[in-house]
């Protein structure tokens, strides 16, 4: 080859995108095949070599609803809006048990995928999206015990049930919001991974799990809809167990806070991700 033929040669330059284009949706969309593997090995990496298998879906929520219900709704008698408490606690665990694990699955997505980084370029927005998405097979099996359930105290859901996807998907953007953050910050403070577990047990005594929103005095309930998983919770169980409907304040309140989370987290991965390669 001539030098001057070589000189021609096109070169491709990857860059990343400044200004308002802070997240190409469409680039997401070309590597749609890349998601589906790194879904596809997560759960495969989870379930091939356990004991149980996908009873580990089924196995935590379920222990954790009989604790609750032999200590929050025997022993201490906490009210649970005229709903048996079994089925009251593990509906607000289904949500909490899938946000819990999601963050933690994306935020040691980044780190835990070191030598992918470091040597082949796609969006790195891919990472925490799959940790996210993985745990929808987790609440799906679960979800069928509560179906379960609610033949078994024949709760019949109401109309309600219509707007359950979108109290799914806040509680899918809540994770990813919660998620970037959490990644973007573990990949330059590894402590980070030590503060998740921490950070889970004290938002779960501040959302309505072994109790109702209906305890929060009025005056209060505006400041305690800024934790974005109250209204996703209360939301689930008007949707599934036809309780009174939720206060719609709090929900309209926890789902600015869902979008104002998902969108600065967005733009902090966004800022962060030029320096993964290097950090890491």
Same mark, same amino acid.
């Given at each position: 080859?001539?030098?001057?033929?070589?000189?021609?040669?096109?070169?491709?330059?990857?860059?990343?995108?400044?200004?308002?284009?802070?997240?190409?949706?469409?680039?997401?969309?070309?590597?749609?095949?890349?998601?589906?593997?790194?879904?596809?090995?997560?759960?495969?990496?989870?379930?091939?070599?356990?004991?149980?298998?996908?009873?580990?879906?089924?196995?935590?929520?379920?222990?954790?609803?009989?604790?609750?219900?032999?200590?929050?709704?025997?022993?201490?008698?906490?009210?649970?809006?005229?709903?048996?408490?079994?089925?009251?606690?593990?509906?607000? =665990?289904?949500?909490?048990? &899938? #946000?819990? !694990?999601?963050?933690?699955?994306? *935020?040691?997505?980044? @780190? $835990?995928?070191? +030598? =992918?980084?470091?040597?082949? &370029? #796609?969006? !790195?927005?891919?990472?925490?999206? *799959?940790?996210?998405? @993985? $745990?929808?097979? +987790?609440?799906?099996?679960?979800?069928?015990?509560?179906?379960?359930?609610?033949?078994?105290?024949?709760?019949?859901?109401?109309?309600?049930?219509?707007?359950?996807?979108?109290?799914?998907?806040?509680?899918?953007?809540?994770?990813?919001?919660?998620?970037?953050?959490?990644?973007?910050?573990?990949?330059?403070?590894?402590?980070?991974?030590?503060?998740?577990?921490?950070?889970?047990?004290?938002?779960?005594?501040?959302?309505?799990?072994?109790?109702?929103?209906?305890?929060?005095?009025?005056?209060?309930?505006?400041?305690?809809?800024?934790?974005?998983?109250?209204?996703?919770?209360?939301?689930?169980?008007?949707?599934?167990?036809?309780?009174?409907?939720?206060?719609?304040?709090?929900?309209?309140?926890?789902?600015?806070?869902?979008?104002?989370?998902?969108?600065?987290?967005?733009?902090?991965?966004?800022?962060?991700?030029?320096?993964?390669?290097?950090?890491?």
């Amino acid at each position: 080859m001539r030098g001057s033929e070589a000189v021609h040669t096109p070169v491709l330059v990857i860059e990343p995108k400044k200004g308002l284009r802070w997240i190409d949706l469409g680039e997401l969309w070309n590597y749609r095949e890349l998601l589906g593997f790194l879904i596809w090995r997560d759960v495969g990496v989870r379930y091939r070599q356990s004991l149980l298998g996908a009873g580990w879906a089924i196995l935590q929520p379920l222990l954790t609803m009989i604790i609750f219900t032999i200590i929050f709704g025997r022993f201490a008698k906490i009210p649970s809006d005229g709903i048996p408490y079994p089925i009251f606690s593990y509906c607000a =665990l289904l949500p909490w048990t &899938y #946000f819990t !694990r999601s963050i933690i699955a994306t *935020s040691d997505s980044v @780190v $835990g995928k070191t +030598d =992918l980084i470091s040597k082949v &370029y #796609f969006p !790195r927005m891919l990472l925490p999206l *799959s940790g996210v998405l @993985v $745990g929808w097979v +987790d609440f799906i099996i679960a979800f069928s015990i509560l179906v379960l359930m609610m033949f078994w105290y024949g709760v019949a859901p109401a109309y309600g049930v219509l707007l359950l996807p979108l109290f799914m998907l806040m509680t899918m953007l809540t994770a990813l919001g919660t998620g970037l953050w959490l990644t973007a910050l573990n990949v330059k403070y590894r402590d980070i991974k030590f503060v998740v577990p921490f950070l889970t047990q004290l938002w779960m005594y501040g959302s309505p799990i072994v109790y109702s929103t209906t305890i929060i005095p009025e005056k209060w309930r505006s400041l305690y809809a800024l934790n974005p998983m109250a209204g996703v919770i209360e939301g689930f169980r008007w949707a599934l167990l036809g309780k009174p409907a939720p206060d719609w304040t709090m929900a309209a309140i926890s789902l600015v806070v869902i979008l104002i989370l998902v969108l600065s987290g967005i733009c902090y991965f966004r800022k962060m991700e030029r320096t993964f390669a290097d950090i890491i």
